[in-house]
């Protein structure tokens, strides 16, 4: 019922920009927090960068400065602004949602592949 789909994934050259985009559709309530969440491979997966139902961002420590994550309610959806990216971020990422529905279940999408790469 509830689906989140990623896009804007690709491949980019280290120092380049990407923006991700995750949609959001399906649930009757409101999103208590949205995330990203990335796996690079032989790895585990690991939150990059987390916004809340009231703005509160949070990010890894290895995108601090280069990433920011933001939403729009209007249209459920959440983005992520990666600058400056380096090979390390070379990853699957995932959009990840949590709702204000009582349950604390995590909801996922089906990730996007960001290759940075020369």
């Known amino acids: 019922q509830v689906r989140l789909v990623e896009s804007g994934g690709g491949l980019v050259q280290p120092g380049g920009s990407l923006r991700l985009s995750c949609s959001t559709s399906g649930s009757s309530f409101s999103i208590a927090t949205m995330d990203w969440y990335r796996q690079a491979p032989g790895k585990e997966r690991e939150l990059v960068a987390g916004?809340?139902?009231?703005?509160?961002?949070n990010y890894a420590d290895s995108v601090k400065g280069r990433f920011t994550i933001s939403r729009d309610s209007a249209k459920n959806m959440a983005y992520l602004q990666m600058n400056s990216l380096e090979p390390e971020d070379t990853a699957v990422y995932y959009c990840?949602?949590?709702?204000?529905?009582?349950?604390?279940?995590?909801?996922w999408g089906q990730g996007t592949q960001v290759t940075v790469s020369s």
């Open positions: 916004i809340t139902s009231v703005g509160t961002t």
């Open positions: 990840s949602a949590i709702f204000f529905d009582g349950t604390g279940r995590r909801s």
